[in-house]
Structures are given as structure tokens and as C-alpha cells.
């Protein structure tokens, strides 16, 4: 994934607070975020290099998403088997987005009287 969010030099180590977190712009990774806000704040739009469009920064937060869901695993040191857990052991789970079907999407469960 290309970097679009390309700050100057001369403020990489300027510190500017946002998402919580006070770390200096040339070290932050959610530069995505301030590029946001300087679409609608002028003032933010003096630390990048080129202010990327909206499109592109949600072009790169979609990619960014399905790099995540195409990479997420889960490490532990333990396997759960039947509700219990060997030590030592590693456990890899991955994701995958899958269409609901059709025929699941509109069902309502009824209300059953007898309970």
C-alpha cells in the first residue's frame, strides 16, 4: 500500500494532538485521520506535502480494512478444544467476509407462545 499521506520535513516532528495520542507527525500511522480533518480544516492542510482527496483517503482506508481481514490471526499460547485449553499450544484463526444469503437476510424469528 502506497503512503498518500506524505508530511513535510519540516514538520515530521511536530506534535499535533489527535486520536488520542500527542506522537510526532513523522512518526504517526494514523495520518489517514488528520487527512480527514484537514479537508474540513484548512489550518491541518499545511503539514502534508499534497492534502489527498476524500476519495483517496477512502480508497486507502477500504484497502487498509481488507488488508486486515485478509491477514487477521489470532496467536495465543493456548488451543481451546471442547471448551479446554492445552498450554503451549497455538491456535491460528483466520476471517472471511461471506455473503448472507437471499433467505436469511428478511427472516424474523416468530414469537413462540409456549415458552
Known amino acids: 500500500m502506497e503512503n498518500i499521506f506524505e508530511i513535510k ?3 515530521k516532528t511536530a ?3 489527535f486520536n488520542n ?3 510526532p507527525l ?3 500511522s494514523d495520518l489517514h485521520l ?3 480533518m484537514a479537508q474540513y480544516s484548512p489550518g491541518l492542510r499545511k503539514y502534508f506535502v499534497a492534502v ?3 476519495e483517496q483517503i477512502n480508497d486507502y482506508k477500504a484497502a487498509r480494512f481488507m488488508a486486515a481481514i485478509a491477514n487477521t490471526t489470532v496467536e495465543n499460547n493456548t488451543e481451546k478444544t471442547n471448551n479446554s485449553t492445552l ?3 497455538k491456535v491460528t484463526q483466520t476471517m472471511a467476509l461471506v455473503p448472507m444469503p437471499k433467505a436469511v437476510r428478511g427472516f424474523k424469528a416468530k414469537k413462540n ?3
Do not use: D, H, Q, Y
Open 26 to 28: 513523522g512518526k504517526r
Open 34 to 36: 488528520l487527512a480527514e
Open 15 to 17: 506534535v499535533v494532538g
Open 52 to 54: 489527498p482527496t476524500m
Open 113 to 115: 407462545k409456549n415458552i
Open 9 to 11: 520535513p519540516e514538520f
Open 87 to 89: 498450554p503451549g499450544e
Open 21 to 23: 495520542s500527542g506522537l
